[in-house]
């Protein structure tokens, strides 16, 4: 059973950063391949970057270049860092977890506004 839970959401301006964070329970993160996903307002869930048990990463077109997924195991934590947030950003950002089961979080918030 794996639990998680997103943090660090938020408003920022147009060209900010944020960092989100997901920490998950349990002592099999380490297995689990990790995707963060969002949901803009009338939008379906789409992913936004994964990382796999090994760190390596992929990301949508849409925020390659200005994001990066990272991942420490030792903590049980995968991180989101946004730079050059554009309005179109603004969304529920989702963490999930997939191996044996797969689990989500509940979601932060992320608006991007002046």
């Known amino acids: 059973q794996v639990h998680l839970v997103e943090a660090g959401g938020g408003l920022v301006q147009p060209g900010g950063s944020l960092r989100l964070s997901c920490a998950a329970s349990?002592?099999?993160?380490?297995?689990?391949?990790v995707g963060w996903y969002r949901q803009g307002p009338g939008e379906q869930r789409q992913v936004v970057a994964t990382?796999?048990?090994?760190?390596?990463?992929n990301y949508a077109d849409s925020v390659k270049g200005r994001f990066t997924v990272s991942r420490d195991n030792a903590k049980n934590t995968v991180s989101l860092q946004m730079n050059s947030l554009k309005p179109e950003d603004t969304a529920v950002y989702y963490c999930?977890?997939?191996?044996?089961?797969?689990?989500w979080g509940q979601g932060t918030q992320v608006t991007v506004s002046s």
């Open positions: 990382i796999t048990r090994i760190g390596r990463t």
């Open positions: 999930r977890a997939a191996w044996d089961r797969i689990y």
């Open positions: 349990g002592s099999t993160f380490r297995f689990y391949d």
